[in-house]
């Protein structure tokens, strides 16, 4: 037999005997050392009735050869190819085909097209390759494909969605001919996936995408990091754990962390540090928040009291600091602790200077400048200037009389009573507790609680997603529910949030509300338009005839810099004007589409005051505190609170069914006392058309003016999730449990 000399060996070399005694030290230092020197850094230490004992030189496992880098900080972290997870490159999620997207519906058979993904709608029709296929798989596995989906057998089940090893014969007859072919089917996860990875539209990409959803990364569980970093440890948790706890949690873990006494001299700045600034995220009311949520999913109020308590920590003085509306998502109990922060950064020696529309920061000031008196062209002066208490001495001051009590939104004298329920069995998305919550139909419910509270997580994460689900056909994915009870009393629900009405100059108030099609159809009725044979399509900018071609409608041209932002000139051809001069010489009561499109609600109510079609929708923007905006005004200039009223407007000039439930989330952002006010009052009209309005609301005059309350809480993070108190403001605010019942109740003292 042969020896293998390539063939590694393990040889072992007594090098030295030890009797452990007084004064072997240096002989044993010795003895290791050139123990350590012969065999690379390992040594073994043989104990006589004893265990023996491994010593190793090297960053690795003498035991299964697994090693790993030096520790440093890289290595924790996930935008590092060092510490990121290898499979998911430290996203700690993938985008994946969902059954339930692709197969919404599986009460229907395949025949009644129960898969909607793209490239497989054809399978209804016989003379497709997709329904060949499943054809011929339906012979192979003796199914049909004329019962509802959900019906199929695990096995089926499988074939058709993940595939099978087996070769089936396909029998197409197209165009060029009729075969046969032996076919594998790869299922249909897979074919889909094939066809996402090989499509070049983006637009097609775009629509797969909509059939996909973000699930945790196989390998590292959603963790972000490699194994190796993730068994580094600090009193038992590793670092991903340590920034998933609530910041609450995170301060009590680090107060409570015992060391040894060098674990103590090593990191006792860092801890320091990082107490510090966990300290200054409790100040400013995040302490229901964790580190490791991603910053795409924070409110804009909440990443700017992060930004806040980045200022504190830098304890610089002498700096202006400015801030618009901080106290944006925070309830009143919150509030109180951004105040404070405020106060702080003051007294440090710095100037604070706050655009707000909170009664409390407002009377917590040491000076307030009024501008207005009204909005837009009405506005852009100073009104009032000083102190709360001379604002409200100043009778030019609207702010003043609201602060004062002399103008204020009042509490209804009666609330109204529940048409119906719909009922959400079993909640038990992020940290909401297995909770079940009655809605009450044809009523004005307000959902309140502190921050973190849950108040997201029920109605936008579950109510929303199931309602658009069955009543809109939307492709959504709710949160974990059980069931939700009483659906059939509705016939579509309306969200109405701070989305942009559209992502580019061309959309505008005009557009969105439907306004500018009556608009244009009025100018091409007129003698000049008829004259010409001139259509309504004459009178769009967005497509060619009567817009200015130099800039495609758009009134303003895009010139694209390197390394520069791109710069915006208005059209040297129309001015800005967006037609071209023939489209401009049509008038209608001696303006042109462009005068029209430049006037404000409040100057177009009094133009087209006697075409009552056109009157009605101009109206509802004027009614909702939109009088100042300009119909052509480009989407992309307007305010989130603004495009929120539009879609208000928009939906309030709709012809009411009576069965629509509206969900708005904190519609009062970046409105004033006045502007409240008549949103309270267009809230309260869609109510009485018989329609259900659920509103998330930290803002006070709007809670009082509910006609129920559901108050979450009672802390936020994990200290909430359940159903502090629920019924009328009335009825909350008599909850020594409820926070909010506790503010609802001062409010309603101090109006009556």
Same mark, same amino acid.
């Given at each position: 037999?042969?020896?293998?000399?390539?063939?590694?060996?393990?040889? *072992?070399?007594?090098?030295?005997?030890?009797?452990?005694? !007084?004064?072997?030290?240096?002989?044993?230092?010795?003895?290791? !050392?050139?123990?350590?020197?012969?065999?690379? =850094?390992?040594?073994?230490?043989?104990?006589?009735?004893?265990?023996?004992?491994?010593?190793?030189?090297?960053?690795?496992?003498?035991?299964?050869?697994?090693?790993?880098?030096?520790?440093?900080?890289?290595?924790?972290?996930?935008?590092?190819?060092?510490?990121?997870?290898?499979?998911?490159?430290?996203?700690?999620?993938?985008?994946?085909?969902?059954?339930?997207?692709?197969?919404?519906?599986?009460?229907?058979?395949?025949?009644?097209?129960?898969?909607?993904?793209?490239?497989?709608?054809?399978?209804?029709?016989?003379?497709?390759?997709?329904? +060949?296929?499943?054809? #011929?798989?339906?012979?192979?596995?003796?199914?049909?494909?004329?019962?509802?989906?959900?019906?199929?057998?695990?096995?089926?089940?499988?074939?058709?969605?993940?595939?099978?090893?087996?070769?089936?014969?396909?029998?197409?007859?197209?165009?060029?001919?009729?075969?046969?072919?032996?076919?594998?089917?790869? =299922?249909?996860?897979?074919?889909?996936?094939?066809?996402?990875?090989?499509?070049?539209?983006?637009?097609?990409?775009?629509?797969?995408?909509?059939?996909?959803?973000?699930?945790?990364?196989?390998?590292?569980? $959603?963790?972000?990091?490699?194994?190796?970093? @993730?068994?580094?440890?600090?009193?038992?948790?590793?670092?991903? !754990?340590?920034?998933?706890? &609530?910041?609450?949690?995170?301060?009590?873990?680090?107060?409570?962390?015992?060391?040894?006494?060098?674990?103590?001299?090593?990191?006792?700045?860092?801890?320091?540090?990082?107490?510090?600034?966990?300290?200054?995220?409790?100040?400013?009311?995040? *302490?229901?928040?964790?580190?490791?949520?991603?910053?795409?999913?924070?409110? =804009?109020?909440?990443?700017?009291?992060?930004?806040?308590?980045?200022?504190?920590?830098?304890?610089?003085?002498?700096? #202006?600091?400015?801030? *618009?509306?901080? &106290?944006?998502?925070?309830?009143?109990?919150?509030?109180?602790?951004?105040?404070?922060?405020?106060?702080? @950064?003051?007294?440090?020696?710095?100037?604070?200077?706050?655009?707000?529309?909170?009664?409390?920061?407002?009377?917590?000031?040491?000076?307030?400048?009024?501008?207005?008196?009204?909005?837009?062209?009405?506005?852009?002066?100073?009104?009032?200037? =000083?102190?709360?208490?001379?604002? /409200?001495?100043?009778?030019?001051?609207?702010?003043?009389?609201?602060?004062?009590?002399?103008?204020?939104?009042?509490?209804?004298?009666?609330?109204?009573?529940?048409?119906?329920?719909?009922?959400?069995?079993?909640?038990?998305?992020?940290?909401?507790?297995?909770?079940?919550?009655?809605?009450?139909?044809?009523?004005?419910?307000?959902?309140?609680?502190?921050?973190?509270?849950?108040?997201?997580?029920?109605?936008?994460?579950? @109510?929303?997603?199931?309602?658009?689900?069955?009543?809109?056909?939307?492709?959504?994915?709710?949160? #974990?529910?059980? !069931?939700?009870?009483?659906?059939?009393?509705?016939?579509?629900?309306?969200?109405?949030?701070?989305?942009?009405?559209?992502?580019?100059?061309?959309?505008?108030?005009?557009?969105?509300? $439907?306004?500018?099609?009556?608009?244009?159809?009025?100018?091409?009725?007129?003698?000049?338009?008829?004259?010409?044979?001139?259509?309504?399509?004459?009178? &769009?900018?967005?497509?060619?005839?009567?817009?200015?071609? +130099?800039?495609?409608?758009?009134?303003?041209?895009?010139?694209?810099?390197?390394?520069?932002?791109?710069?915006?000139?208005?059209?040297?051809?129309?001015?800005?004007?967006?037609?071209?001069?023939?489209?401009?010489?049509?008038?209608?009561? $001696?303006?042109?589409?462009?005068?029209?499109?430049? /006037?404000?609600?409040?100057?177009?109510?009094?133009?087209?005051?006697?075409?009552?079609?056109?009157?009605?929708?101009?109206?509802?923007?004027?009614?909702?505190?939109?009088?100042?905006?300009?119909?052509?005004?480009?989407?992309?200039?307007?305010?989130?609170?603004?495009? %929120?009223?539009?879609?208000?407007?928009?939906?309030? &000039?709709?012809?009411?069914?009576?069965?629509?439930?509206?969900?708005?989330?904190?519609?009062?952002?970046?409105?004033?006392?006045?502007?409240?006010?008549?949103?309270?009052? /267009?809230? %309260?009209? @869609?109510?009485?058309?018989?329609?259900?309005?659920?509103?998330?609301?930290?803002?006070?005059?709007?809670?009082?003016?509910?006609?129920?309350?559901?108050?979450?809480?009672?802390?936020?993070?994990?200290?909430?999730?359940?159903?502090?108190?629920?019924?009328?403001?009335?009825?909350?605010?008599?909850?020594?449990?409820?926070?909010?019942?506790?503010?609802?109740?001062?409010?309603?003292?101090?109006?009556?």
């Amino acid at each position: 037999m042969t020896e293998d000399r390539n063939r590694k060996r393990n040889i *072992d070399i007594v090098v030295e005997r030890h009797v452990i005694e !007084e004064g072997i030290e240096k002989r044993l230092a010795d003895s290791l !050392e050139n123990v350590l020197k012969l065999a690379d =850094g390992l040594a073994f230490v043989e104990v006589v009735d004893g265990t023996p004992m491994t010593f190793s030189q090297n960053f690795s496992c003498p035991d299964c050869g697994i090693s790993i880098d030096e520790i440093e900080p890289r290595s924790f972290s996930f935008n590092n190819p060092f510490g990121a997870c290898p499979t998911c490159f430290g996203l700690g999620y993938k985008m994946e085909f969902d059954e339930q997207l692709m197969i919404p519906d599986q009460s229907l058979s395949i025949d009644q097209g129960a898969i909607i993904v793209p490239g497989w709608q054809s399978c209804t029709d016989e003379g497709s390759f997709t329904r +060949a296929i499943l054809n #011929a798989l339906a012979e192979e596995f003796h199914f049909t494909l004329d019962v509802p989906f959900e019906s199929y057998s695990k096995e089926i089940h499988d074939i058709l969605i993940n595939g099978t090893n087996k070769s089936v014969k396909v029998r197409y007859k197209g165009q060029r001919g009729e075969g046969v072919y032996d076919i594998v089917f790869e =299922g249909l996860i897979k074919n889909v996936e094939r066809r996402y990875r090989e499509t070049g539209s983006e637009t097609i990409k775009a629509e797969y995408e909509t059939f996909m959803r973000i699930t945790p990364c196989s390998t590292c569980k $959603g963790m972000r990091l490699k194994r190796e970093s @993730l068994a580094v440890t600090v009193a038992d948790k590793n670092i991903y !754990e340590v920034t998933n706890l &609530s910041i609450r949690d995170l301060a009590s873990f680090l107060s409570n962390l015992t060391l040894t006494t060098t674990q103590q001299l090593i990191g006792e700045q860092i801890l320091k540090e990082i107490r510090a600034r966990v300290q200054f995220l409790i100040d400013v009311g995040l *302490d229901y928040l964790c580190l490791s949520r991603a910053t795409g999913t924070l409110s =804009g109020g909440e990443a700017q009291r992060i930004r806040l308590a980045t200022q504190i920590g830098s304890g610089l003085v002498g700096v #202006a600091y400015i801030l *618009d509306e901080p &106290s944006i998502g925070l309830h009143q109990r919150d509030n109180d602790k951004l105040l404070g922060t405020l106060k702080h @950064l003051r007294d440090l020696g710095n100037s604070v200077i706050v655009v707000e529309h909170d009664e409390d920061t407002m009377r917590a000031a040491d000076y307030v400048v009024d501008i207005g008196p009204g909005a837009g062209e009405h506005g852009g002066q100073v009104v009032a200037a =000083g102190t709360a208490e001379e604002l /409200m001495k100043n009778p030019a001051s609207i702010t003043g009389k609201y602060l004062s009590g002399e103008l204020k939104i009042p509490v209804p004298n009666t609330r109204r009573e529940p048409q119906g329920w719909l009922t959400v069995v079993g909640a038990k998305e992020n940290n909401l507790k297995n909770i079940t919550v009655k809605f009450p139909k044809g009523v004005f419910t307000c959902v309140t609680g502190v921050s973190g509270s849950g108040k997201s997580s029920l109605v936008n994460s579950i @109510l929303y997603q199931v309602l658009a689900k069955q009543l809109n056909r939307a492709r959504t994915i709710p949160g #974990a529910y059980k !069931e939700i009870k009483g659906i059939e009393q509705f016939d579509k629900v309306i969200n109405i949030d701070q989305s942009p009405i559209g992502r580019t100059p061309r959309s505008n108030p005009a557009t969105y509300t $439907g306004v500018f099609d009556m608009i244009r159809d009025l100018f091409a009725s007129t003698v000049d338009a008829k004259t010409r044979g001139y259509n309504k399509g004459r009178f &769009s900018f967005n497509v060619k005839g009567g817009r200015c071609e +130099a800039c495609s409608g758009d009134g303003i041209v895009k010139i694209e810099m390197h390394f520069l932002p791109d710069v915006y000139v208005p059209c040297e051809v129309c001015k800005g004007k967006r037609y071209n001069r023939e489209t401009l010489e049509v008038k209608y009561k $001696g303006k042109s589409i462009y005068d029209v499109l430049n /006037m404000t609600v409040e100057e177009a109510l009094t133009f087209f005051e006697n075409v009552p079609s056109i009157y009605r929708k101009i109206e509802t923007l004027y009614q909702v505190g939109l009088s100042y905006i300009r119909l052509g005004q480009p989407s992309t200039t307007l305010s989130g609170g603004e495009a %929120q009223r539009i879609k208000l407007a928009t939906e309030l &000039s709709r012809k009411s069914t009576g069965k629509t439930i509206y969900i708005l989330d904190e519609p009062t952002t970046g409105l004033h006392f006045a502007d409240v006010h008549k949103l309270t009052e /267009m809230l %309260q009209k @869609l109510v009485e058309n018989g329609n259900t309005v659920i509103v998330i609301e930290h803002n006070l005059d709007v809670i009082k003016t509910a006609d129920y309350i559901i108050d979450m809480g009672p802390e936020g993070g994990d200290g909430g999730g359940t159903v502090v108190a629920q019924g009328t403001p009335e009825e909350v605010a008599e909850c020594p449990q409820s926070y909010t019942g506790y503010y609802v109740k001062r409010v309603i003292a101090h109006d009556i």
